[in-house]
């Protein structure tokens, strides 16, 4: 069965500092991974997506993550935060029977 | 290009009614899935229409159908309402099918008194 985890519901960095938010998945295929974004009152933005090309999926706003088999990871990270970074992200994966299951959530806080 | 659009944007029923809701894709996307948000749950694929055929389905009951016309637009359709129900429904367009979505619309707020 495929499912996907966000390890952590709310992330606190201050500007200019790294961000991580991190996110493991099971699958019993080779699955294709997304992060997406979500502001107060918007709709969802996709931020990158692994589709088993290269592991190391760059994606906009200077977001970027890393696909690890090993470790059934996909963590996004991104090496400054901005204020206008602050908002929900989720994790998805797409695996056999294109079934899309998104990950519960994480809030991510920015303090100036 | 004008984005995904949804109507109405917010939308109150009463339980035992039946909504339909308005998906418009990007032009040229011939791909709409559909999601239920809520607090509780998170967010839930719901289904998934290319060329006006349901290509995939979640886990929900009978009363949720869609369709999507030839013209790429969808609509989801929600009978006998349940409290339950009350969720901000998105969809999504992409070009091809098989993924999660590319462009989001803004959302329909349903709320079932």
């Known amino acids: 069965a495929q499912s996907v985890t966000q390890l952590d519901s709310h992330v606190s960095v201050s500007e200019g500092t790294p961000v991580l938010l991190r996110c493991n998945y099971s699958s019993s295929y080779s699955p294709s991974l997304f992060w997406y974004v979500q502001h107060p009152n918007k709709g969802l933005q996709l931020l990158l997506k692994?589709?088993?090309?290269?592991?190391l999926v760059k994606g906009i706003n200077g977001f970027e993550a890393e696909f690890k088999k090993s470790e059934t990871s996909f963590h996004l990270t991104k090496p400054s935060a901005h204020m206008s970074d602050a908002a929900e992200y989720f994790c998805v994966v797409l695996s056999g029977g294109f079934k899309t299951i998104f990950g519960a959530g994480t809030r991510l806080f920015v303090k100036a | 290009k004008a984005g995904v659009t949804q109507t109405p944007r917010y939308l109150i029923k009463t339980r035992g009614q039946q909504v339909t809701l308005s998906c418009s894709p990007i032009?040229?996307?011939?791909?709409v899935s559909w999601y239920q948000q809520t607090p509780g749950q998170g967010l839930q694929f719901l289904f998934e229409?290319?060329?006006?055929?349901?290509?995939n389905k979640g886990n929900f009951p009978g009363r949720f159908s869609g369709r999507q016309f030839s013209n790429s637009r969808s609509e989801m359709n929600v009978s006998t309402l349940e409290l339950g129900d009350s969720a901000l429904y998105l969809c999504?367009?992409?070009?091809?099918?098989?993924?999660?979505?590319?462009?989001f619309g803004p959302g329909t707020r349903l709320t079932v008194l």
């Open positions: 999504a367009s992409s070009l091809g099918a098989g993924g999660p979505g590319q462009f």
């Open positions: 692994y589709t088993s090309a290269a592991t």
């Open positions: 032009s040229g996307h011939r791909s």
């Open positions: 229409y290319f060329s006006e055929t349901q290509r």
